[in-house]
């Protein structure tokens, strides 16, 4: 198995500094790129608000309504469509092969957060993504130690077929002494920007010893991810038959609208992020992450050690209440990042608090 499907990369500081880099690179004054509205909270709130003082705006849509999209990239100065390959916190998994198609109709590049799914589970440039990006803080590095992400670029967009489009990779470069990324390093071209330019203006460089934990961890990815999974998926199947729960959102639960999308883009799993509802409602829903033993109620994700947390009220608190119903985060749902521990031991820790909550 090889993962390593782009043709170069680009480490930054953390996973919304990757990001940030990626709109700085495609975009100009009065540009636009299109998002899916089931994404985390803090990457609307980047694209919503943030990328506003440089200029740039976005349009959320639903990504499963092709016609939407087709509407959405038809619009004048679009730069790109965003996705989750798996979305955080909903376990929504995203058509990546299909959206690529419409995509590549406009001449407008994919770019595919895989920070959930990472390159284990799912590798996006295989299915027709352009640039990758990844927060290396969460399961590629996996022990909650160390912040960091990663642009990786496929190498197969032509920057320069329509002339004037992406000018940051296909113009002349004045601080290089009129430098053209695009004629001098071919399909790596956005990499070389995003290294000279990007870095170098934006500042977000990898810390040296951060790389080295991240890369440590990267070597237990798969042994990780493995047991991520199957005790992802055997919480969300005990939950599933919990009297107090009303629902329970997994890919890979038998009967979940997501499944056959699972089996082509994620390996036939799930992944270790999963959400529930609960009957009683918000108040309960406080009480059961306070409850909790082993799960830390905490906002972090990707740990070897389990977590829980409310995101209305968290990760996706900065969002309005629509925004919040799109992206899977109503006020009686609770994400779980199952960890690696015992599986018989989170479930009992589950069942407790339930039940004192």
């Known amino acids: 198995m090889t993962w ?37 909270g803090g990457t609307v709130t980047q694209l919503s608000r943030t990328i506003k003082k440089f200029g740039f705006q976005c349009d959320f849509v639903d990504v499963s309504d092709t016609a939407a999209v087709k509407a959405a990239l038809a619009q004048p100065n679009v730069k790109a469509l965003f996705i989750e390959s798996l979305c955080n916190p909903g376990g929504v998994v995203t058509d990546i092969a299909a959206l690529a198609a419409l995509t590549s109709e406009v001449h407008v590049p994919l770019v595919v957060d895989n920070t959930l799914a990472t390159p284990y589970l799912c590798r996006p440039i295989e299915h027709g993504a352009n640039i990758v990006v990844h927060s290396l803080t969460k399961y590629m590095c996996g022990h909650g130690n160390a912040m960091g992400g990663a642009i990786v670029d496929a190498g197969k967009f032509d920057w320069a077929k329509v002339p004037g489009k992406y ?28 290294i000279a330019v990007g870095l170098r203006d934006l500042g977000p460089q990898l810390a040296p010893m ?52 699972a089996d082509k883009y994620i390996s036939g799993k799930g992944g270790a992020v999963l959400t529930f509802s609960l009957k009683k409602g918000h108040e309960a829903c406080s009480k059961v992450a306070d409850n909790c033993q082993l799960f830390s109620n905490l906002a972090n994700l990707g740990d070897t050690r389990s977590l829980i947390i409310h995101p209305s009220s968290t990760t996706h608190s900065q969002l309005t209440d629509d925004q919040k119903k799109a992206a899977g985060a109503e006020p009686n749902t609770l994400r779980l990042c199952v960890g690696i521990e015992n599986v018989e031991d989170l479930i009992a820790d589950l069942d407790r608090a339930i039940a004192n909550a």
């Open 210 to 261: 951060n790389a080295f934990l991240i890369m440590m961890g990267i070597e237990t990815l798969p042994l990780r991810m493995d047991r991520h999974c199957s005790n992802a998926l055997a919480v969300a199947q005990w939950l599933e038959k919990h009297k107090d729960v009303e629902s329970v959102s997994y890919p890979t639960l038998p009967g979940n609208k997501y499944n056959a999308l």
């Open 4 to 40: 390593r499907v782009g043709i170069a990369a680009t480490c930054t500081s953390c996973g919304h500094s990757a990001q940030m880099m990626v709109f700085y690179a495609l975009c100009s004054t009065g540009d636009k790129i299109i998002a899916s509205n089931k994404l985390y």
């Open 167 to 194: 000018p940051s990779m296909a113009d002349d470069e004045p601080a290089y002494h009129g430098l053209n990324f695009s004629k001098a390093t071919g399909p790596a071209a956005f990499t070389y920007f995003c």
